[in-house]
């Protein structure tokens, strides 16, 4: 695996080699990666592309100081699992490289998909997210790029940004990874402990309760009280928002229609680390 920590570096070595390989596939993570970015990795590869990774640890995307500092680094073993999983190219780039000298986002406003959820719990969140992946997104030139649905709203941000400015790159879904025992897999759950872990995993079961109940035509905010009373009731777990929503749009919705692409979204806080998750309803 080649690794670059210039833009200039890589540019000149993808570009040498583009001819040679056809498509560039993208996997942009912050590290600490686990199975579900490698199978991101595998999903780029899958298609035939030479897959570029990143691992950058973008600071104007985090709105709480504490959950940056204390964002989970472990370089050295995400280099071992990116070259056992036959990733061509790793790009690590410093700050410097990504903004220069000024470390601030650009201001993004793409209505609910921006503004709703992630973007009004986290303010100023999507537009840490959006700098960045323009950025990256200038720098690698990718074909094809590859995203985990666990940060759905993430996806339709950057779907919407892809329509926007880069209107000749592929996106895709890539479906989330969950531990045998249905948790999502996250970077942050290194930080659970083995307690909360058994607690966390009444996200997903709270969320297959309410996909079952709104599929057989029970309203949202019905369904949702009894979720929450039976499933997020605990000491441990603080609820941000669980709710059904068109999954393109991120509009939230009462009762279930059939030209609507939805999704059951979810972010609670379990101790100290806040968790997100969804299902679609035609998963
Ligand atoms: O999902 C992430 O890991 C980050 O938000 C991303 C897309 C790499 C941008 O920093």
């Known amino acids: 695996m080649f690794v670059f920590k210039s833009i200039k570096l890589l540019q000149d070595h993808l570009s040498e080699n583009r001819p040679k390989f056809g498509k560039v596939g993208y996997v942009p993570t912050m590290g600490a990666l686990h199975q579900g970015h490698l199978d991101l990795i595998a999903a780029s590869k899958a298609k035939g592309c030479y897959t570029v990774c990143t691992i950058y640890v973008n600071p104007t995307q985090f709105n709480n100081t504490e959950d940056f500092e204390k964002y989970p680094s472990t370089i050295e073993q995400d280099i071992v699992k990116l070259t056992q999983n036959q990733c061509d190219v790793l790009f690590l ?10 470390v601030v986002a650009d ?3 793409f209505g609910t998909v921006t503004n709703s959820f992630e973007g009004a719990l986290r303010p100023g969140h999507f537009d840490g997210v959006i ?7 200038d720098a690698v030139k990718p074909d094809a790029v590859f995203f ?12 919407h940004l892809i329509n926007k400015r ?4 592929q996106m895709n879904i890539v479906p989330t990874k969950r531990e045998s025992s249905g948790l999502a897999m996250s970077s942050r759950n290194v930080r659970l ?3 909360e872990r058994a607690v966390a ?3 997903y079961e709270a969320l297959l309760f309410v996909k079952q109940q709104v599929l057989a035509g029970v309203s949202a905010s019905e369904v949702i009280s009894i979720a929450k009373a039976q499933w997020l009731n605990h000491p441990k777990l603080k609820l941000e928002y669980l709710a059904l929503v068109d999954a393109d749009t991120m509009e939230q919705h009462e009762l279930v229609r059939p030209e609507i692409h939805y999704a059951v979204i979810i972010a609670c806080w379990c101790s100290n680390v806040r968790l997100i998750d969804n299902v679609l309803l035609t998963d």
């Open 201 to 203: 995993i009444r996200l």
């Open 93 to 102: 780039p410093s700050s410097a490289e990504m903004y220069g000298a000024q």
């Open 107 to 109: 201001k993004y406003n």
């Open 148 to 159: 985990g649905q666990k940060d759905l709203q993430q996806c339709m941000v950057v779907k």
């Open 193 to 195: 402990t083995d307690d």
């Open 166 to 169: 880069f209107s000749n790159i």
């Open 131 to 137: 700098t960045i992946v323009s950025k990256l997104f």
